[in-house]
């Protein structure tokens, strides 16, 4: 499998992009405390740095993360102390014995494991529902065709320590969306350059709310998390096991 966040681009990304994380953990906790789960192990795949795994933890639930980036990790569990944490990749996962299953971030799009297909979504899916206890939750945004209007687009951010540049590029026709990241992390004195390059598959909304109801979830979508919105070729939602 290629790399995938690797120390500096992981770095950045807890520093700045830690956005999607913090507005959905709320609206997850919100959902199991109306379905009557006090407590119990919620899994957060593509947990990232664990920032949604701290906020469940923190709010009495066990947690375990799973992510493909081993310099992630490495930050989810000095974050979460309490928590469990596994470097694999979501697609071939075991997911165990779960009140809710959290796949934010449109993790469930990339390709850094080249495996990925839309056979394996729905195997995940199943899985998924087969580990939620009744009345259990599954929380995840998707990117869909649409994700990038207009040809390229290039975008720039920077913080206190790093600067990083993305150029984004949609692929109508095959349904993949291609980001260019140029990263600049300040060691010391000088910056450390980094080059990736993330491939996601888009998923049309209709075929991912296809793929959950398969699987037997009951669903809504979301247009954002909390007061979090999401842009064009964005989708999000709230799946449960019917109890």
């Given at each position: 499998?290629?790399?995938?966040?690797?120390?500096?681009?992981?770095?950045?990304?807890?520093?700045?992009?830690?956005?999607?994380?913090?507005?959905?953990?709320?609206?997850?906790?919100?959902?199991?405390?109306?379905?009557?789960f006090?407590?119990?192990?919620?899994?957060?795949?593509?947990?990232?740095?664990?920032?949604?795994?701290?906020?469940?933890?923190?709010?009495?639930y066990?947690?375990?993360?799973?992510?493909?980036?081993?310099?992630?990790?490495?930050?989810?569990?000095?974050?979460?102390?309490?928590?469990?944490?596994?470097?694999?990749?979501?697609?071939?996962?075991?997911?165990?014995?779960?009140?809710?299953?959290?796949?934010?971030?449109?993790?469930?799009?990339?390709?850094?494991?080249?495996?990925?297909?839309?056979?394996?979504?729905?195997?995940?899916?199943r899985?998924?529902?087969?580990?939620?206890?009744?009345?259990?939750?599954?929380?995840?945004?998707?990117?869909?065709?649409?994700?990038?209007?207009?040809?390229?687009?290039?975008?720039?951010?920077?913080?206190?320590?790093?600067?990083?540049?993305?150029?984004?590029q949609?692929?109508?026709?095959?349904?993949?969306?291609?980001?260019?990241?140029?990263?600049?992390?300040?060691?010391g004195?000088?910056?450390?350059?980094?080059?990736?390059?993330?491939?996601?598959?888009?998923?049309?909304?209709?075929?991912?709310?296809?793929?959950?109801?398969?699987?037997?979830?009951?669903?809504?979508?979301?247009?954002?998390?909390?007061?979090?919105?999401?842009?064009?070729?964005?989708?999000?939602?709230?799946?449960?096991?019917?109890?």
């Amino acid at each position: 499998m290629p790399p995938a966040y690797r120390n500096d681009l992981a770095y950045i990304h807890d520093a700045g992009f830690g956005h999607f994380a913090r507005e959905a953990a709320p609206v997850l906790l919100d959902a199991l405390k109306r379905g009557g789960f006090e407590h119990g192990l919620v899994v957060d795949l593509g947990c990232g740095s664990g920032i949604l795994s701290r906020i469940v933890s923190e709010a009495g639930y066990d947690v375990l993360g799973i992510d493909i980036s081993a310099a992630m990790i490495e930050l989810a569990q000095r974050r979460v102390p309490r928590g469990q944490f596994r470097t694999e990749s979501l697609l071939t996962a075991h997911i165990p014995p779960c009140v809710a299953v959290a796949a934010v971030g449109e993790c469930l799009n990339y390709l850094f494991d080249e495996s990925h297909s839309s056979s394996k979504l729905t195997a995940l899916f199943r899985r998924t529902y087969q580990a939620l206890e009744p009345g259990g939750l599954f929380l995840g945004d998707v990117a869909a065709p649409g994700r990038a209007k207009g040809g390229a687009q290039k975008s720039y951010w920077e913080g206190e320590d790093w600067v990083v540049l993305v150029t984004i590029q949609e692929d109508r026709r095959r349904k993949v969306l291609t980001r260019e990241i140029t990263s600049f992390r300040r060691l010391g004195d000088h910056y450390r350059r980094d080059h990736e390059i993330h491939h996601q598959r888009l998923l049309p909304r209709v075929e991912l709310t296809q793929k959950l109801r398969t699987a037997g979830f009951r669903l809504r979508t979301l247009g954002g998390y909390g007061g979090l919105r999401f842009g064009p070729g964005h989708t999000g939602f709230l799946a449960r096991k019917p109890v």
